[in-house]
T-cell receptor
Framework: SQQGEEDPQALSIQEGENATMNCSYK?????LQWYRQNSGRGLVHLIL?????REKHSGRLRVTLDTSKKSSSLLITASRAADTASYFC????????????FGKGTLLTVNP | DGGITQSPKYLFRKEGQNVTLSCEQN?????MYWYRQDPGQGLRLIYY???????QKGDIAEGYSVSREKKESFPLTVTSAQKNPTAFYLC???????????FGPGTRLTVL
């Protein structure tokens, strides 16, 4: 079963704009991770945020985590056409520590 | 170069045939994983291995088998018992189970 659910399913913006994607999950977590997938390719890890963290930054990426609402958001600032991809959140629930549970993803299209 | 390789990139199989997908990593990671991705969907865990000579079923193991005889290699066999095998298969590895995962480029399997 899916743990994380991304919202929106698809997002289309112009270059230079910011893109925000949200992820909601159902059970408590050890950490939450965001991955990116270009069409037909493997996933690339973007950022990991632990359950005791509220915000992390990496370059143009900003991730927030609200464990009380069981939600996370990924913000990409000053988007570029090369950011066009699907973005997935994945949760690590700890008890079965090996396991990442992925959402269905948000398809981001950045128009030049 | 360090990384994860999967072969072949595209694979075609006739119904009733078993087929083996290759996954090799030279990252010295202990944990390895196999996922299945269907169009517009997230990833679902098939099998995972935390250490050599050990592996466990994931969420959708029926119709699949794996082995982990070497640290570097984690081949996946799609058997004729898998009712709907056409999908994109992704292999991943991590230093330890539960850590950030690094993905291969994927194998697209089509059953004719």
């Amino acid at each position: 079963s899916q743990q994380g659910e991304e919202d929106p399913q698809a997002l289309s913006i112009q270059e230079g704009e910011n893109a925000t994607m949200n992820c909601s999950y159902k059970t408590s977590i050890n950490n939450l991770q965001w991955y990116r997938q270009n069409s037909g390719r493997g996933l690339v890890h973007l950022i990991l945020i632990r359950s005791n963290e509220r915000e992390k930054h990496s370059g143009r990426l900003r991730v927030t985590l609200d464990t009380s609402k069981k939600s996370s958001s990924l913000l990409i600032t000053a988007s570029r056409a090369a950011d066009t991809a699907s973005y997935f959140c994945a949760t690590n629930s700890g008890g079965s520590n090996y396991k990442l549970t992925f959402g269905k993803g948000t398809l981001l299209t950045v128009n030049p | 170069d360090g990384g994860i390789t999967q072969s072949p990139k595209y694979l075609f199989r006739k119904e009733g045939q078993n087929v083996t997908l290759s996954c090799e990593q030279n990252l010295n990671h202990d944990a390895m994983y196999w996922y299945r991705q269907d169009p517009g969907q997230g990833l679902r865990l098939i099998y995972y291995s935390q250490i050599v000579n050990d592996f466990q079923k994931g969420d959708i193991a029926e119709g699949y088998s794996v082995s982990r005889e070497k640290k570097e290699s984690f081949p996946l066999t799609v058997t004729s018992a898998q009712k709907n095998p056409t999908a994109f298969y992704l292999c991943a590895s991590s230093v330890l189970a539960g850590d950030t995962q690094y993905f291969g480029p994927g194998t697209r399997l089509t059953v004719l």
